[in-house]
């Protein structure tokens, strides 16, 4: 059986915002806008998506 897993997707520039917001965007593989990463969905990844939401769009997956 596979973990669950969340696909992010960058939807806004990270041009502008605070260097610790960039630094997490980084952390979970988004650079450019349109880049899609799939992680696991556990407390530490919900911590990265809480600190840039409004940045990323988020999708459940199976």
């Given amino acids: 059986m596979a973990d669950k897993t969340v696909q ?3 939807v806004r520039s990270l041009i502008g915002v ?3 917001q ?3 965007a980084h952390s979970l593989g988004l650079r450019k806008i349109g880049d899609v990463t799939n992680q696991p969905d556990n407390p530490q990844t919900a911590g990265k998506v ?3 939401r409004h940045l990323v769009e988020v ?3 199976a």
Avoid: H
Wanted: aromatic residues 6%; proline residues 0%; positive net charge.
């Fill in 59 to 61: 999708v459940d997956e």
């Fill in 8 to 10: 992010i997707k960058l």
């Fill in 22 to 24: 960039i630094a997490t």
């Fill in 50 to 52: 809480f600190k840039i």
């Fill in 18 to 20: 605070k260097k610790d």
